[in-house]
C-alpha cells in the first residue's frame, strides 16, 4: 500500500499565525535539510491550474466560497507525500491542522506527525510584519482590519490544536519575535535531535 511508504518518515506539522515566519522558516528548513514543503493551499491551487477533472471540481468548490472536503485535501496530500517518499528526508505539512479533527483524520488516512512546530510569534509582531508584507504583496488580505480578524481566526483554531498535541508531548514552540536566524536556531535544535 501507497501509504507504507511513509511509515518511517519524519512528518513534521508547522503551526503558526499568518506573520509568524513559518513559510520562511520552512524554506530553511528545506535548504538545510531536505525536506518536502507541502502547503494544502499551494496543492489545492496547483490542482486548479493542471486544469484536471479533480482540479475543475475544485475550482468550483472556491469559486463559491465553499471549503475543500478533508477527504479531498487528505488525499492530495498523501498523494504528494508518496510521490517524494523515496526522495525525501522528511515532509513539512505547513499550516496544518487547522483543526484537531484536521490532525485525527490526518493520522487515519497518513500517519502520526513525528513533530509539531508551533512558530510563535506575538499578536503585535505579526501585524506589523503583515503590514510590511502588505505595502509591496498586493494582497487584499494586508490589511489591519482584516488581519485581526485572521489573527483572531487562527487562535481559536489553534490553541485546541496545541492542547492536543502537548499532550502527546511533541510539540516544539519557537519564539518567532527575533530574526529569521535567531528563529532557525532553534528550529535546528528541535530537528538535530530527532535523528
Known amino acids: 500500500m501507497a501509504t507504507e511508504k511513509l511509515k518511517n518518515s519524519k512528518i513534521i506539522f508547522v503551526v503558526g499565525g499568518p506573520g509568524s515566519g513559518k513559510g520562511t522558516q520552512c524554506d530553511k528548513i528545506v535548504q538545510k535539510y531536505g525536506y518536502t514543503h507541502l502547503s494544502t493551499g499551494d496543492l489545492l491551487r496547483a490542482e486548479v491550474s493542471s486544469g484536471s ?91 489591519e482590519e482584516t488581519i485581526k480578524k485572521r489573527l483572531d481566526t487562527y487562535y481559536k483554531a489553534t490553541e485546541p490544536v496545541i492542547a492536543f498535541y502537548e499532550k502527546r508531548g511533541i510539540v516544539r514552540k519557537l519564539n518567532a519575535e527575533g530574526s529569521v536566524d535567531d528563529v532557525f536556531v532553534q528550529v535546528c535544535t528541535h530537528l538535530d535531535a530527532l535523528k
Do not use: C, H, W
Not at 84 to 104: C, H, M, N, T, W
Open 53 to 143: 477533472e479533480r482540479g475543475k471540481k475544485l475550482s468550483a468548490i472556491m469559486e463559491k466560497g465553499e471549503l475543500v472536503s478533508l477527504d479531498t485535501v487528505l488525499d492530495m496530500l498523501r498523494e504528494a507525500m508518496v510521490a517524494k517518499a523515496d526522495v525525501s528526508k522528511g515532509f513539512l505539512i505547513d499550516g496544518y491542522p487547522r483543526e484537531v479533527k484536521q490532525g485525527e483524520a490526518f493520522e487515519k488516512k497518513i500517519a502520526p506527525p513525528t513533530l509539531l512546530l508551533y512558530v510563535d510569534a506575538g499578536k503585535d509582531t505579526m501585524v506589523k510584519r503583515l503590514l510590511k508584507r502588505g505595502e509591496t504583496s498586493g494582497r487584499v488580505d494586508d490589511n
